[in-house]
């Protein structure tokens, strides 16, 4: 589900193409390290955006540039990005507001968590003729097309898969000795 998310984020939604310049926040998370892969593989030039402790990671997943998002806000290095991939959660606008700052005019900020308002949408395409997508993998039509090409790149070994932990099938139910379900 996160490559797809991934995937149809930057494929239809975003309708990436080569040469793009890319920034994408969440760059080690679970789809946003297939993002990074994906628009990479893709031919776009990749601007990871994570925590310092990620940077080798990020950058071992093909991105060309890294920025740790707790010393530097990605906005101040990056005004002309075709697209901003953000899988950032935040309660309101404040970051997806970011994005655009980054963004070239004509540009466009894939929103996966936040569901931005008429209002946003619209203030981003008068003030800086930037398009404001919020993404849903369950919108698309092709769902079939989008896992075939998902597997594709996973069998190519153009994406791969990082599994940060694993579980037994008994650690995942909540009668676990320590009482907790990692799974939560």
């Known amino acids: 589900m996160a490559a797809q998310t991934a995937y149809v984020s930057l494929v ?3 309708e990436i ?3 793009d310049k890319v920034v994408i926040t969440g760059a080690s998370g679970g789809v946003g390290h297939y993002a990074v892969q994906i628009a ?3 031919g776009a030039y990749v601007i990871g955006i994570a925590s310092e402790e990620n940077r080798e990671f990020v950058l071992g997943l093909g991105a060309d540039e890294f920025i740790d998002y707790k010393t530097t806000n990605f906005e101040d290095l990056v ?3 075709d697209l901003v991939h953000d899988a950032v959660w935040r309660q309101d ?3 997806i507001g970011r994005g655009i700052q980054a963004l070239k005019s004509g540009g466009t900020l894939l929103s996966l968590m936040v569901h931005p308002t008429e209002e946003f949408i619209e203030q981003a395409k008068k003030k800086k003729n930037v398009i404001v ?3 849903n993998v369950t919108d698309t039509t092709d769902h079939q097309g989008d896992v075939e090409a998902i597997r594709s790149l996973l069998e190519s070994g153009a ?3 990082h599994i940060s932990q694993t579980f037994s099938l008994e650690e995942t139910y909540n009668g676990t000795p320590t009482g907790r379900n990692p799974c939560y």
């Open 133 to 135: 997508r919020r993404m």
């Open 17 to 19: 193409k080569k040469g």
């Open 40 to 42: 990479k593989h893709l």
């Open 12 to 14: 239809r939604y975003g």
């Open 93 to 95: 606008e404040s970051h």
């Open 79 to 81: 005004t002309d990005a």
């Open 159 to 161: 994406i791969k898969s």
